[in-house]
């Protein structure tokens, strides 16, 4: 196995599901072949962390030997959809779940944790040199955006065809280039009032504390003890809540799915046209991420449940992505959301409603409304638009 290219974790089970005998089952080895090299499980999540970051990086590397911004954008997507067909073709396989990284252990996480912010700093130098902290905060978003867009694609990529791929790419790049908005509208959303009267406040704040740490330790990191000492409650406490960690997770996915949903139906409520509906569930969104009301739970939480129940999480996301798709179909025919792929755009919208979790820090360093304009414009107006920075 030495110098092989080491195996991805389980979608299942992720980092701390995965166990030696999946591993050896996968490589056609024994068990006791796969632990003479990693005598850890841990020292093999790792090394698949390892490779991921380093494949990355290189990736990267190669986009930025082109002469633009939205040339060396445009060759970093071409990259990862040739590693897709090679993964579809079972030539390749695929990338560990670097949101995993979070649930590691000393002395591993911190030299990973590095490792990831190579990865972003490198994505962040496609656009060119951050003269100033506006252009470091908005290419900040950019790299972010354009990441967590590659990362989500495995989950809807799988609906298309082999040869549907050049069509992909080049739809997505067209959202990447010039945004959802059409040419002439603005940045003017209204927020939604989503705040309402809960029948059990105290289920709500537990619901949205068990979220964040969930976000942060991953499904394996955040235990029922970790979360039960989070809140300062006794494990009792949570089991009085909920019977089961799976049922915690069920809840938090329940809470953010009909959060989205919500803030889809009132903007539909209030009419108007469809650029000014979806600007505003953006909006909303963000600043749900962004402010102690939030998080929403981040779809990597997945890996961890059940098949059957997973299925049912995936169908709910769906849904809600159908229905992004339907607004932005409305707006093409209305003429305030530019010709673009509505299937294709709603993803990129999934992606940045479900990823600005982990920017919460980045906007903690501005006013929230620049954080949330900055943060949206790369997909209202897409990742070369400099207009935000004017405004």
């Not at 955006?145 to 040869?163: G, I, K, M, Q, S």
């Not at 982990?358 to 400099?386: E, H, I, N």
């Amino acid at each position: 196995m030495q110098g092989a290219q080491p195996v991805t974790q389980s979608d299942e089970g992720g980092a701390k599901g995965m166990t030696f005998a999946d591993v050896a089952r996968r490589v056609g080895l024994n068990t006791t072949s796969v632990t003479y090299y990693f005598k850890r499980k841990d020292d093999l999540a790792a090394a698949c962390f390892e490779h991921t970051l380093d494949t990355l990086m290189a990736m990267l590397d190669e986009a930025q030997q082109e002469p633009t911004p939205e040339a060396r954008v445009s060759r970093y997507l071409a990259i990862n959809m040739e590693r897709f067909a090679r993964i579809e073709r079972g030539e390749e396989t695929a990338f560990a779940v670097l949101s995993d990284l979070r649930a590691m252990e000393e002395p591993y996480r911190d030299p990973l944790l590095a490792g990831w912010r190579e990865v972003f700093r490198k994505t962040r130098a496609l656009w060119g040199d951050d003269t100033d902290k506006a252009r470091h905060d908005l290419f900040g978003a950019r790299a972010h955006v354009l990441l967590e867009n590659t990362f989500w694609l495995p989950v809807w990529l799988v609906r298309y065809d082999l040869d549907q791929y050049d069509r992909v790419e080049m739809r997505l790049m067209e959202v990447f280039a010039h945004g959802i908005a059409a040419s002439g509208e603005h940045w003017a959303p209204d927020l939604i009032d989503l705040e309402h009267d809960q029948a059990e406040p105290g289920r709500e704040q537990f619901l949205r504390a068990a979220t964040r740490l969930i976000n942060e330790l991953g499904y394996r990191g955040a235990s029922v003890q970790r979360i039960a000492s989070e809140l300062n409650v006794t494990k009792g406490s949570f089991y009085h809540h909920l019977d089961a960690k799976d049922d915690l997770v069920i809840a938090c996915y329940k809470r953010s799915f009909d959060t989205i949903a919500e803030a889809q139906r009132l903007a539909d409520e209030r009419g108007g046209t469809h650029w000014r509906r979806l600007s505003s569930i953006i909006a909303t969104l963000l600043d749900v991420q962004f402010s102690e009301r939030g998080p929403l739970l981040r779809t990597t939480a997945l890996h961890g449940l059940p098949p059957g129940v997973r299925q049912a999480m995936v169908d709910r996301s769906n849904r809600i992505a159908r229905r992004y798709a339907g607004t932005i179909a409305d707006g093409i025919a209305g003429g305030s959301v530019r010709a673009i792929d509505p299937l294709i755009a709603a993803q990129t919208l999934m992606a940045l409603q479900n990823a600005a979790f982990d920017m919460r820090k980045w906007a903690s360093t501005m006013p929230r409304d620049r954080a949330v304009a900055l943060y949206a414009s790369t997909l209202a107006f897409g990742l070369f638009d400099d207009r935000v920075l004017a405004e």
